[in-house]
Structure formats: C-alpha cells, structure tokens
C-alpha cells in the first residue's frame, strides 16, 4: 500500500534533488517514479513481514536521458524501507556498476533528504581467502604442511611466495583490505585463483580466520545496508546456490535489474553445464592420489574413514566409465578442427549416439558426488563439535580439498543428467553441443547443455521468490510493443509495463544516413569496399568518429585497406583495453586532433562517448547474431518444428536490440548532435527493415 507517508517521502526526495540540482523534473522521470511506486506499494506481506502472493513486477523502457537511476531510486529505496526490505540494484555491466556506486548513489545521498546506506556486493572470486594464503606461505617457505589446499604439481617458486609475503603484510598491517579491486598494483589471474576460496571450500565460522576474513566482513556489510548495488550475474549466481548465500534471500529483496534486456541471457548463462571430459578424467586421477594423505588428515573417526573408502570405491567407478567414454569420444574429437571446432547436435541420431556415451556415467557420477556429499557433511559436523586443537588442524585441511571434490563434480554430473533428459515436445528442448579445444598445453571435448529460454528459469527461481522487481533498460520493446522481453523473461502478460520516450530532440539531433555507396551487407567484398570508401571521401578526419563492425575479420581487413594516412588516427579495439582505448580517443580529441575507433560489439553498449567525442557513427551492418551459435540454433530448429518463423521470433529482434543500443552511443546529452551512417542497405531493401526503422528514435532520415 502506498501510504500518504511514503508518498510525501518520495515527492520530497525528488523536490529535493532537483532544488539542489537546479534542474528542471523530466516528464519521463517523474512517470518513472510514479510507475515504480504504484507497483511497489502492491506488495503483500503479513504481520511479520513475509511476503504473501505474487510479487509485483514492473518493466519500464526509458529512453537514453531519461535519468534512469534517479527515476527508480527516488521511489525504490523509501518503498523498500517502508515495507523492511532490501533493495538490491542490479547492472548488466561493469562500467554502469561503477557509475551507479561511484557517481550515482553519492549524488543522490548529496542531493536528497533520503537517509539510507549502500554498499556495493561482489562475488567471493573477489576477495582474498586469508587461510589459503597463511598456508601457501607455508607450503612455498617449504614449512610442512598438509597437502589438502595444493594440487599435486604445484612446485616452490621464490618470485611468487615473495607476492605472497607482500600481499600478507599489506593486509596484516591494514594497508589492504583483502578486496582484489583494491590492490595498487595489479595480480596476476593464475595467482590470485590460488588466494580465493569458493563456497564449498570455505570453511566459513570454523575457520581459524573467520573474525578476519574479507569476504565475510563484506558480507557483514551487506545486512546492515538498505541499498546493495550488484550485477546480473552476482544474482543469478546466487539465486543458483539457492538464494541467500551472497546477497540477501529473494523473498527479503526487491531487485532492480538496470540494463535488464541482459537479464534473459545472463541467466541462461548461469543454468547452463559443461564437462570437460579429459580435464575431468585427469581429475579423477588427482583425487585418487591425494587419498592417502586426506585419509591421514581423517584419522581421527571411523565413520570418516568408512564414508572416505564409500568415495574411493564410487571414485574408482567413475573413472573407469569417463576413461571408456574418453575412448569413445575420440572419433568425435578428431571430426572437429581448430576452424571447425564446435558441433551443435540437432539431429536426433546425434543426441542419441552422444546419450550411448554419456548414459554409463550418470550412475557412477551421482554416487561418487553424493559420497563426496555424505563425507563433507560428516568433516562439518565433527568440525562443530571437535575440542582436539590438533584434531581441528586436520580437519580444517580436509575440509578445502573435498570441497574442490564437489566444486569440480557437481557440475560434472549436472552436465550428464541434463544431456540424457529428454526433451517434452511442449516445450523448448535443451541445446546439447560439443567444442574441441586445442591447445599447445590441452587437447580435450567439450561437453555442454543449456536451456534455450530463460522463462522458465527466471520464473522459478526469480519471479516467483523476489518480494518485487523492476526491469528497466533503454532497449525493451520491439515497435513499442514489450512481448517479445515478457516472453524471454517469463513474465506474465499483465505485468506492469511502462515506455518512458527520450526526451531528446532526435529528428533535430541526428541525420540518419543511408549513402549511395551501401550495399547488402551479405556481399562481403564489395560491402567491405564500401566501408573503405565511406570513411576515405565522406568522414571528417578531424572529428571523433566510432565505426562498429559485427565481424572482426572485417575490421582488419577495412582497416588494411585505408590508405596510410587515415591508418595513422585509426585505433582498433584489439590494440588497446576498453578503457584505455576510450581514454586515448578522449585525450587525442582534447589534444585537436582526430581520432576514429573500429569497435566490435562490447564498443556498441555502454560506451559514454558525449559531445564532441563522438560526432560520426557507422553501423557497418545490422546485426544479427551468429546462425551457428548452439543455442539459438537449437531454438530456431524448434520453432521450425512448430511451424514458426524463427528469424522473425528470435533473429530480428535480437539484432534489432543490439541495432539500438549501438545507435545510443551518439547522443548522450541534450544538446549533442552528430550523423549515423548505415552502410547495410538491408534495412531499406528487405521486408524487416520497415521494423528496423520503426524501432529506431526519429531520426531525420537521408536515403540516398
């Protein structure tokens, strides 16, 4: 219920912001606001709090300028202490997480009269694990120390235990927090996947660093803050170990998801498996190796020592069946190359003869893991109760390495049982698909499933927990209309939809050019001719330009064939990192002179290029998705079977999506102005372009 109490807050708040501001409401904003508070005040909870019936979701596309993060935090943050709940802000991307905590948030703690503390959530991948580290210490000191945390091939390297020192002094003497986004100088990957320790490894109040641990105190952080601004796949990785166990449980959490046309795929992501069958084979070998030490760290208890031999016995099981199946997967392995690497089974004879291969292991793979299971439990349980100090010893170097065990098996067994269910012919299958990976270093197979939409998933363990949502993004509706997003995302049709126009001034702002010299895309030469072409006679070298190609062969070869003068103020995404590659067009432009970006897809989203930094924008071909990806073909052959058409369901909105998302990179701010260039005359000789120009703003349009 949306009291009159609330209602004050949130008129205040923005009242407030805009005073302090000296900005004028935005019609936009303020429907924005008024949306997300109706919405909100339908939640239901009982006397205690716990939430009663559906959850109440909003979906909003508010158009570039809108002032997105002031339009759902103003409502959303007194709404959620109102009904004593947390508000979880979740981004697509990194650069908008960084916007939304370091300029965002503040701004409107400055701005407002609201009282509320935010703290920004990362995954354990992020902070130090400061037991691992005491013992890698040890272990490269040459100090004894149980095998438990270090695979059998690690050797004593004097550069890294000197890294190691370091980064314990820096954190003993509080120059460091334990956050690995907080080091002043950078470490790299291979070493800090050694300093980090995942849920199933984590000792958690058993160990001896507790009271000390990064991670935890962030956590701690976490339940006293009202606002907790996190990404899509912070949550989706949550919402896949159950829910609760990074951020705080769906039924206490009302989610914003910004940037939320990610959201269906970034949780395919999440509920996919994958085997990786000859890595996992030599796993298998590891494990039996480090048996007789781990049963030298259990020695304590005969219920461990009969739940170990239960592991040994279903170890050896598993891998005798995964060393047949390696065998048999063999002939499969040498029909992919390098250039052919990945083969998406669709045909039923495939599935079938991969199922023969696979059907033997799904036994064996769930006893090994549910013995690992039952002897985690019991490491656990003596853990609690043990008063031995030596006894704790052991077990706390037990407790890591069978947690590895079942980090590693899990997803492994997942993966089997997911190949061999079968599909329901109501409902979208599961993609099953392989990749050979070829290496100087490892030659294996790939094993993969995935769902192939993301309704159900997000509806199971999303939708139907949350206390309330919002999507909100730019980019939700295909011709004004939101069906296609509440299909993908498994919403209902009666869910609250809103679309929040731009408030720019786009027929005025923007010439949207299609030039004489654009061909259809599909003819690859001459295409890529008319590129070279377009930038050497119509760009101006001296303005900031940003060309986007969907194809990164095509880039090169555009960029091989400009002459050498245009090659000298052209920077390709590939010579530098994303945000150097921004600051260095930045710094050339301030400095007078010109500077062009070739960019590929991740320059076609949340690149922040206003004003003079981006004048000339060509979209070198619309675009549309890769036919070969696994599970969009998997989707397209279903619909197919369904006698839908799976380019006007699936391929054309997608690449409409992204199409407007690349076009939101040239107006920023009111008063930019500047030209797109369309070099893929699809758009106005194929039947769809009509609905890929309705999609677009209303661009003042040139067709030559």
């Not at 030490?293 to 461990?304: F, I, Q």
């Not at 390098?338 to 998406?344: A, K």
């Not at 031995?388 to 390495?401: R, S, T, Y």
């Not at 010299?517 to 760009?539: F, G, M, P, R, Y």
Request: hydrophobic share 40%; glycine share 4%; with cysteine.
């Amino acid at each position: 219920m949306l009291t009159d109490t609330v209602k004050s807050t949130i008129q205040s708040a923005y009242s407030h912001y805009l005073d302090a501001r000296e900005l004028k409401s935005r019609y936009g904003q303020k429907h924005m606001l008024a949306q997300i508070a109706r919405s909100l005040s339908r939640m239901e909870v009982d006397s205690e709090g716990n939430k009663i019936g559906q959850a109440p979701i909003a979906v909003i596309e508010a158009g570039t300028g809108t002032g997105k993060t002031v339009g759902y935090a103003l409502s959303a943050i007194p709404m959620a202490q109102a009904f004593e709940k947390k508000l979880v802000i979740a981004t697509a991307t990194v650069a908008l997480q960084e916007q939304v905590v370091n300029k965002d948030i503040p701004d409107i703690e400055k701005n407002t009269n609201l009282k509320f503390k935010a703290v920004l959530a990362k995954g354990r991948g992020r902070y130090l694990c400061t037991h691992k580290l005491e013992q890698l210490i040890q272990f490269y000191s040459g100090t004894v120390v149980a095998m438990s945390l270090f695979e059998e091939t690690m050797e004593a390297d004097e550069a890294t235990l000197n890294i190691y020192n370091e980064l314990m002094t820096d954190f003993g003497r509080g120059a460091w927090s334990g956050d690995r986004d907080q080091l002043p100088e950078k470490v790299d990957d291979k070493i800090w996947q050694t300093l980090t320790s995942t849920h199933r490894e984590c000792l958690n109040r058993r160990c001896p660093h507790f009271q000390n641990c990064p991670f935890f105190e962030a956590r701690n952080e976490l339940e006293e803050a009202d606002v907790i601004i996190a990404n899509h796949d912070l949550v989706m990785a949550d919402l896949s170990l159950g829910g609760g166990a990074i951020l705080p449980a769906p039924e206490d959490t009302i989610y914003i998801f910004d940037e939320g046309h990610h959201l269906p795929d970034k949780a395919l992501m999440h509920f996919a498996s994958q085997l990786t069958a000859k890595y996992m084979l030599n796993q298998f070998e590891q494990w039996k190796k480090q048996v007789p030490k781990l049963r030298l760290e259990l020695n304590y208890g005969e219920k461990s020592e009969y739940l170990l031999d239960q592991v040994v016995d279903e170890l050896s099981a598993a891998h005798q069946h995964l060393a047949f199946a390696w065998q048999a997967l063999q002939p499969w392995y040498h029909r992919l190359d390098r250039d052919n690497n990945t083969l998406t089974l669709l045909q039923p004879e495939q599935i079938e003869e991969f199922s023969a291969i696979l059907e033997p292991l799904n036994h064996p793979f769930t006893q090994l893991f549910l013995a690992i299971v039952a002897l985690e439990e019991n490491i656990r349980k003596r853990l609690a109760s043990a008063q031995d100090i030596e006894e704790k010893d052991h077990l706390q170097n037990a407790m890591p390495v069978v947690g590895r065990w079942l980090q590693r098996m899990e997803p492994a067994k997942t993966l089997v049982s997911n190949w061999l269910q079968e599909d329901s012919p109501d409902y979208a299958p599961i993609a099953r698909w392989v990749e050979r990976l070829d290496t100087p270093e490892n030659q294996d197979l790939v094993l993969n499933t995935s769902p192939v939409s993301a309704n159900h998933v997000l509806r199971s363990y999303l939708w139907n927990r949350c206390s309330a949502a919002i999507v909100t993004s730019a980019t939700l509706t295909i011709e004004g209309k939101f069906d296609r997003f509440l299909n993908q995302a498994g919403l209902k049709d009666d869910s609250d939809v809103l679309r929040v126009d731009s408030p720019f001034d786009y027929q005025n702002a923007v010439t949207a050019k299609i030039p004489a010299i654009a061909v259809d895309a599909a003819k690859k030469t001459e295409h890529t001719a008319s590129i070279i072409e377009l930038i050497e006679t119509q760009l101006p070298k001296e303005t900031g330009n940003l060309v986007l190609f969907s194809s990164r062969a095509q880039m090169h070869e555009t960029y091989e064939g400009l002459s050498e003068e245009w090659q000298k103020i052209v920077t390709l995404q590939d010579d530098l990192p994303k945000s150097m590659l921004i600051s260095h067009h930045k710094e050339r432009l301030e400095g007078g002179a010109g500077s062009t970006l070739f960019g590929l897809a991740s320059l076609a989203e949340g690149v922040d290029l206003p004003g003079n930094y981006l004048t000339h924008l060509v979209i070198a071909k619309l675009p549309f998705g890769t036919p070969d990806d696994p599970i969009t073909a998997t989707l397209s052959q279903w619909l197919e079977q369904k006698r839908l058409n799976p380019f006007q369901l699936v391929t054309l909105p997608s690449a409409i999506i992204r199409l407007v998302q690349a076009c939101g990179r040239l107006v920023r701010n009111e008063n930019d102005t500047g030209t797109i260039w369309f070099m893929d005359r699809r758009i106005i000789e194929k039947r769809y372009g009509k609905s890929v120009m309705r999609s677009l703003p209303s661009y003042r349009w040139e067709i030559e």
